[in-house]
């Protein structure tokens, strides 16, 4: 098993940027895939952001070139910087893996872009 711990939401002004942070609860070396999901009220969650093992990343389109996710394995982290913040961005944003058959989420961050 595996937690997963999210910080570094906030209010922000558009145009802004943060950086989330996910902390797992142990060594996330073997892990194939980690991602960042949001879910914005009255709305389906949705995929960010994936990195894989090999270094590799996807994102969402709405979030192509304005968001950048990262992981350090030393500190068994993954991480989401977001640039270029549009009220559009609000939403409760998590952490996820996935290991064999066991999905993973943390309790969730929350981001607030607005004037």
């Known amino acids: 098993q595996v937690q997963l711990v999210e910080s570094g939401g906030g209010l922000v002004q558009p145009g802004g940027s943060l950086r989330l942070s996910c902390a797992a609860s142990?060594?996330?070396?073997?892990?194939?895939?980690m991602g960042w999901y949001r879910q914005a009220p009255g709305k389906q969650r949705e995929r960010v952001a994936h990195?894989?093992?090999?270094?590799?990343?996807n994102y969402a389109d709405s979030v192509k070139g304005r968001f950048t996710i990262s992981r350090d394995y030393a500190k068994s982290a993954v991480y989401l910087q977001m640039n270029s913040l549009k009220p559009e961005d609000t939403a409760i944003y998590y952490c996820?893996?996935?290991?064999?058959?066991?999905?993973?989420w943390g309790q969730g961050t929350q981001v607030t872009v607005s004037s």
């Open positions: 142990r060594s996330i070396n073997s892990i194939y895939r």
């Open positions: 996820n893996t996935i290991e064999g058959f066991l999905t993973y």
């Open positions: 990195i894989f093992s090999g270094g590799s990343t």
